[in-house]
């Protein structure tokens, strides 16, 4: 019985600690939880995710980390988010891509932490009283708070922002997959990808610094208009990737670009642009992810790209017809001047 229940502990590790309450000794029970991660993730992003010494890219790399399959990950819980150890809701922008970022690249078991929004760090639950915690509830879209003011006392619902769902469906299309494509666009820009040709492929793009970039990025990904799940749950901010795996796009400071087979346009079934849950810095951000990677023009330029492919493949097949033309008209003159040659009796 007990060999079917899943089980995870939280270890934390510290090197103060006597060895034997260190991580290692719980592998043989379960999964264990990896606090260097949190504590990477946000020295990363406080800084540079390029950093050769505490960047994205490190992550999960040294041996003395818990293994992958072993490991418990997260970008903050309920005790590091109030002890100034790691990112939290009250870091905006970089809290956000910091899961993506943990979502999308393949170490541990990540988590999404769902708490409620504070300003004392002894601040009870919403609506807790000495004996009891009522049931979380989160804007809907027929109540008359359309978005998260993020007002102390009332529930983040995390699991319902918009890039948090377009990840999580990121995460399930690309497991079990290697990283692919890792490449530095700059200070505090990456780009990433996950799986090769096949199913299972994605990509994120990173913009953790204070300005808007455009970059052209390097993917795994097949020809075609994918909807960026980072920004909008109706495919309103998309990209194209042409036939050599680039895609075009500018990324408004804070933001990131998420794409996967899964998710392309027109099979796609995602939903409303925004969620009632999400919080209101978030929804003017998404609001300038769509007016820089409108869904539209990414559907002219990959269009624009198949009639050029069509094109030469017209000029090609007209150049081999008139190639074949001339080996005729070649054969026919050399059989010509052979009879011409030939003696008669």
């Known amino acids: 019985m007990a060999g079917s229940i899943f089980f995870e502990q939280e270890v934390i590790g510290s090197a103060s600690e006597a060895k034997e309450i260190q991580p290692a000794r719980y592998l043989a029970t379960g999964k264990v939880s990896e606090f260097n991660v949190n504590a990477r993730l946000k020295q990363a992003f406080d800084g540079d995710i390029n950093s050769a010494s505490f960047g994205l890219e490190g992550i999960g790399s040294s041996a003395s980390w818990v293994p992958s399959g072993k490991a418990a990950v997260w970008v903050t819980n309920w005790d590091t988010e109030r002890n100034g150890s790691a990112l939290t809701y009250k870091d905006g922008a970089q809290y956000l891509l910091a899961n993506a970022f943990l979502l999308a690249y393949g170490y541990g078991q990540p988590h999404v932490f769902s708490g409620y929004y504070f300003s004392n760090a002894d601040d009870g639950a919403p609506g807790a009283t000495d004996d009891a915690v009522p049931d979380m509830t989160c804007p809907s879209a027929d109540s008359s708070e359309s978005v998260n003011t993020e007002s102390s006392g009332t529930w983040q619902c995390t699991q319902r922002w918009t890039v948090i769902r377009g990840m999580i469906g990121f995460h399930n299309a690309v497991a079990g997959t290697a990283v692919t494509d890792w490449k530095e666009y700059g ?21 953790n610094s204070d300005t808007s970039v455009t970059r052209t990025f390097s993917t795994s990904l097949p020809a075609g208009v994918y909807c960026n799940v980072y920004a909008s749950g109706d495919c309103s901010a998309a990209v194209s990737v042409k036939s050599d795996g680039t895609f075009e796009a500018t990324l408004p400071a804070g933001s990131a670009v998420a794409i996967h087979v899964g998710a392309e346009r027109g099979a796609w079934l995602g939903g409303q642009r925004t969620d009632p849950a999400d919080p209101d810095w978030f929804v003017s951000s998404a609001a300038a992810m ?49 009879k011409s040659l030939v003696k008669p009796e």
Do not use: C, W
Request: charged content about 15%.
């Open 187 to 207: 200070e505090n820009v990456v780009g990433f990808g996950r799986g090769k040709a096949g199913a299972g492929v994605g990509y994120l793009a990173i913009n």
């Open 290 to 338: 769509v007016g820089a990677q409108p869904a539209d023009h990414a559907q002219m330029v990959m269009d624009e790209e198949t009639v050029e492919a069509i094109d030469e493949a017209n000029h090609s097949a007209g150049l081999s017809v008139l190639v074949m033309a001339g080996v005729v008209l070649l054969i026919v003159v050399a059989g010509r001047v052979r």
